[in-house]
């Protein structure tokens, strides 16, 4: 064995590192921030998005409380209508998808829907029927109606029916396809 003697060597002590800086972040953090970032830009979007249908949710909760608190359900029928009219015309798909007899874009088309065909329009927003055949058709008839002539039940039927369907608008998915044509997003400058 060879018998050295270390305390003779010329070594030097230990030396730590330094503390490791914050800065730069290393690059997982740098990926998680870009995550977080894009989860906000989604949810941001998606709140932006849902806007329109908000405001008409609050319009129509606004008129059920008229209604419960004793307003004439003639008038608060007209308001509840005219809110259905507004959110379908700022909705409304840029082809038209929506109706079923023709391709023109249903955004000029909304705004000259009536009676039935309004109705139907509202139906297949949802693939339901209770506008033309149920609780719905009373938004047809409201308008022309002689004040105290519309049961205050049947208005607060047709609320909660409205608010139903504005709520089951969040659902609609962007893309989706027709009975007869494949629908995409706008085409620009067509």
Known sequence: MNSTDYTQLPLHDIHLPGQVAWWPPAPGWWIAAALVLAALAVAGLQYYRGRHRRAALGAVRRVKAALEQGAEPVGCLERL???????????????????????????????????????????????RDEFARGTGRLLLAAPYARPQSIDRLHALELTDLCSAWLKHQRKRRRWHLSKRHAVGPPKRGA
Do not use: F, H, K
């Open 81 to 127: 209508s005219t809110v259905l009219r507004r959110y379908a015309m700022t909705t409304a798909e840029a082809t038209g998808a929506d109706l079923d007899e023709t391709i023109e874009p249903a955004r000029e088309r909304v705004p000259g829907l009536i009676g039935d065909r309004w109705l139907r329009y509202l139906d297949s927003r949802w693939q």
